[in-house]
DNA sequence: CTGTTAGCGCGTTCAG
DNA sequence: CTGAACGCGCTAACAG
């Protein structure tokens, strides 16, 4: 079947069908204005015969305003991202809303790239996830957000004036995490990040912080092992952390995110420690690959979904004209089986 | 900064302030026509100074064409999703398309409101990914395809007429699978599927077929856990296998999809059984999800990053006027960690 | 309750 | 090389 050479039906189309006006196929479409019951059906009828669908696109541009949202991630091999999207276009839909997708592949070009897209497509508002503001000029943000409302989600550094944010308090949550470890009798705790985020940095802070007022801190215990969001993140992870494990001998080993932390412990495995009997992995989000793994990732929760949720909320109250705002959500621990008392300690 | 008071410029005030007729700045932008240098420089220096940018609604509703391409998917909780979204983004942006996304959340019934909301958005196509063909009436998509180009991926089952399709040969590929477990001696071969998804049942026609052959069928060892593709199938599969492989005894299990084949190694694992050394698990999908874990899972490679660019392909060729097409692309086995010769058999 | 009309922002004839 | 005018599909006045 062959198609595109037909015309779709428009509102003309229809009151022609029905004998009415543009202007009443409107009102029954909408269902804003009265309209007699029976030319009413008379519509009804046409639209159902004709197959007419309303353009949207249309309808936004007379009222200037869209009803579509973008947004940016920096990729989606990483389930924490997954599970933010999840959250943020159950809501969005929610709202009638629909959602433009970019993935801007960890790459602070291609995100630039994406956000200027979506601005082009007259989108009502945008949400970054994740962005890699260290990286881009500082006006770009500024001059996008002049325009349309933005919502940066885990954006844990610089502030956009104008731009909402939703964020995690990583420092804390790290914080929290390493006191955690501590307390289990861990002093040799290795530090395992990735590069091109923030969020990274924020945590180094807290464990360089903390590990300097108990005098433990040593430069060779923090390991980053670059991209922390790909698909090969895993692996790359196990890969370097092997050999400085075997060498450095730590008690437990602090990972930025779950990714990593599932790494740890197939370097672990592979070196034929015991988690968490010879050796404890903290992961960072509790994705849902923190519970994949055996033993179940021991991990900081940063509740994915209502970080979605919370964006949706911020955005759309800015596309109404609210100022910005800041929302903190704060990261709770969640026990499982990879992290245990240091045994050295016990001893 | 409060914002959206302000409207954004147009090519009316680009004109204005360049002091030449919209048309001009039209040519500039679109770069399709000549313009004197000299004027193409005060056009330009006006957009510079407005921070104009062209509205893509606009010009698309006048150009009555679309460049914005719409997918729906099941699920993100299942990582087979987020690499077929991931090449598909990939294409759609290297053709200068944008991507509206919606997830059916596994439901059938959200599945067509995502579909009509598409259609209603004029988006130039749509793309299906598994959808739920059996559960939704077969003139649904029939009247979506006689207005928007749409392409299926991974329908197995019902055929939509004047839809394209790119399909994996799972027929073939779960036949292989199972023949390459036969070849290792595997006899008690546990098949393990979930509900919603023709796959599943195109699968487990192949199991049946083969076992029935050999004479081993029985009808105890198909296993369906439930949604095949949520946060929870993990854990559940390995809760609905514990039992069944302790009574059972099989010496592999067949699982529809990688995230049951974890499950089902979680499940041995807690049965105090080795992977493969006991017993053998196989997967299907080869998401990264198979190399997150521990032995790393044999599995059948369905080329995602290659369904979402072929999904692409046809669904701008259809939107070019092409004829529908159907490519079936072949799985192959990947060899890991988690299967082995078949002890009982070796003894 | 209903019809007529203007205009959203843009690109493209068609004349100059 | 440039401008005027039309229309994409739709909704919101404004009249009746």
């Known amino acids: 079947m062959r198609r595109g050479d037909r015309r779709n039906a428009t509102v003309v189309d229809v009151a022609e069908r029905a004998q009415v006006s543009v202007a009443t196929v409107s009102r029954v479409v909408n269902g804003n204005y009265a309209v007699r019951p029976s030319t009413r059906d008379r519509v009804l009828e046409a639209i159902d015969a004709l197959h007419y669908v309303p353009n949207v696109q249309a309808r936004e541009l007379n009222l200037r ?197 599932i790494g740890a412990q197939n370097a672990c495995q592979r070196l034929g420690l015991r988690v968490p009997e010879d050796i404890s992995v903290m992961g960072y989000d509790n994705s849902s690959l923190a519970r994949l793994v055996e033993p179940k990732l021991t991990t900081m929760d940063q509740n994915m979904h209502q970080l979605g949720q919370n964006a949706v909320s911020l955005l759309l109250d800015s596309i109404k004209g609210a100022r910005s705002r800041h929302i903190t959500l704060q990261n709770t621990l969640v026990e499982r089986r990879s992290v245990a008392s240091c045994r050295k300690s016990e001893d």
């Open 65 to 261: 305003h869209s009803t579509t949202i973008g947004v940016v991630v920096p990729s989606l091999y990483n389930m924490f991202f997954a599970e933010v999207i999840d959250g943020i276009e159950a809501t969005v839909r929610q709202y009638h809303y629909s959602l433009i997708f970019n993935c801007a592949k960890n790459d602070p070009q291609q995100e630039v790239e994406c956000v200027r897209a979506l601005v082009s497509r007259n989108v009502a508002g945008i949400i970054v996830i994740s962005p890699n503001t260290a990286h881009i000029e500082s006006d770009f943000y500024e001059s996008v957000v002049a325009r349309t409302p933005l919502v940066f989600i885990n954006n844990g550094w610089q502030q956009i004036h104008g731009a909402s944010y939703v964020d995690n308090d990583e420092r804390a949550g790290s914080r929290k995490a390493l006191e955690y470890l501590m307390g289990l009798g861990h002093q040799r705790i290795l530090f395992v990040r990735g590069v091109n985020s923030d969020s990274y940095t924020v945590k180094e802070e807290s464990y360089r912080q903390l590990m300097q007022e108990k005098g433990w801190l040593d430069e060779q215990f923090i390991v980053n092992i670059g991209e922390g969001n790909s698909i090969d993140t895993v692996e790359h992870t196990a890969d370097t952390l092997q050999p400085i494990i075997k060498r450095l001998q730590p008690t437990a080993v602090f990972c930025c995110n779950d990714l990593m932390g």
